[in-house]
């Protein structure tokens, strides 16, 4: 067992080896050193955008990218009719926005309910106060939009 946790580590160590020197070959035909040394020498900071990359011809040769310009056309809008339901057997919890007293409601347990449509009708004084609140806000910027 020794012998082979032995062998093991020794092809690690081998495989280690011949990564580094790998990336250590290609490292120096790498252009970003000499462009990391000509920034530090320009003052630290260059005037490039943050995550700006510049390829020259050769490295867009080299990595198949091809350049177009840029012409009109026309979008395309896809629209798909469709229902949103929700189970018959589901339910929903609906919240109060503002404390009341609740002074009637308008429907029973299984009846269908539309968006917007009144469900209860709640007698509040934080909303009385909340509403005039909006209505002085709506005046205040009529009053504004005029002027």
Do not use: C
């Not at 530090?40 to 040769?61: F, K, M, N, W, Y």
């Not at 080299?62 to 840029?70: H, Q």
């Not at 056309?73 to 919240?95: K, M, Q, Y």
């Amino acid at each position: 067992m020794n012998r082979r946790n032995l062998a093991i580590a020794a092809g690690i160590i081998v495989l280690t080896a011949a990564l580094l020197l790998f990336l250590w070959q290609q490292g120096g035909s790498d252009d970003h050193a000499d462009d990391d040394a000509h920034a530090a020498e320009a003052g630290g900071e260059s005037d490039l955008p943050e995550g700006l990359v510049l390829l020259d011809e050769e490295q867009i040769r080299a990595a198949d990218i091809e350049l177009a310009t840029v012409q009109t056309g026309a979008a395309i809008e896809l629209v798909f009719p469709a229902t949103v339901a929700a189970s018959p057997t589901s339910s929903a919890r609906i919240d109060a926005r503002a404390s009341g007293v609740v002074r009637s409601v308008g429907k029973t347990l299984g009846d269908y309910v539309q968006q917007g449509e009144a469900v209860a009708r709640i007698e509040s004084a934080d909303a009385a106060a909340l509403a005039s609140q909006l209505s002085a806000a709506r005046a205040r910027v009529t009053e504004l939009s005029a002027a």
